[in-house]
């Protein structure tokens, strides 16, 4: 099966032209999506083109992580609630696993 970015386009590394490592990222796109709801969709189409390239560059997954957390708790600001809780706690446990395993 080849691998596909989190918008679903097919996803080669920039050096060899075969599949990237694959980060983990702890959400698919149809969940985050729904934050654009609520964000601006210039914002959010520079954060789901951040998310794709964590896919292939691991040294971008916990920045990518940190960018979602922001915007998922701008937007629990914003509304006095969180309207996506499962998202942000897969993104908070996925954080506190890269800070495990890499000191962070």
Partial sequence: MEPRSITG???????SGTAP???DLPFDPAELGELGRWVPAKEMALLIEICDRAGS???LTRPALLLC?????RVARMLDQDPLPTLTRKINDRLAQLREKHGL
């Fill in 69 to 73: 957390s922001a915007y998922a708790q």
């Fill in 57 to 59: 560059d691991p040294d």
């Fill in 21 to 23: 490592i694959t980060t």
């Fill in 9 to 15: 386009k097919p996803v080669s590394t920039f050096v």
